[in-house]
């Protein structure tokens, strides 16, 4: 008897045991930004992915923090863009929205003011955003 509730006890306690949590299910594209950006553009070109994702590819350098909704930090970044890679842009200033807390976004304050980057940004609706399955941004600086 005593074998049995040790048993029993053992397995409810481990049931509440976690070894990972993801809170995004998504499989990652790459494992960089080149072979991310290689593979979203496939997925377009194959069908898979919409059009309306396409990426835009820039360098750019994060000039500031935006907080646009209400909450504890800020979750949009405004970027000077330098330069355009892939697709076309009509303002060289754009706002680019990071996680607001329910997303599986990269938050903004992950990228410092000042500092430059390569951004692969998918545009939706007139708004950019960082993807979120595999890297998406690549530090220059």
């Not at 990426?55 to 970044?77: D, F, N, S």
């Not at 599986?104 to 692969?120: E, K, L």
Request: proline share 6%.
């Amino acid at each position: 008897m005593k074998k049995i509730f040790w048993m029993v006890a053992l397995a409810l306690t481990s049931s509440f045991v976690v070894t990972s949590a993801q809170a995004c299910g998504c499989a990652p594209l790459g494992s960089d930004f080149f072979e991310t950006v290689q593979r979203h553009n496939q997925e377009v070109a194959s069908g898979r992915y919409p059009p309306q994702l396409a990426l835009t590819v820039v360098t750019a350098e994060v000039k500031r923090y935006e907080q646009l909704r209400r909450g504890p930090y800020p979750t949009e970044m405004v970027l000077q863009v330098t330069d355009v890679l892939q697709g076309s842009l009509s303002s060289r200033e754009i706002l680019v929205e990071g996680d607001n807390g329910m997303q599986c976004r990269p938050y903004v304050t992950n990228f410092p003011i000042g500092q430059r980057f390569a951004f692969a940004l998918e545009q939706v609706g007139g708004k950019f955003s960082i993807g979120i399955c595999g890297r998406y941004s690549k530090p220059l600086n």
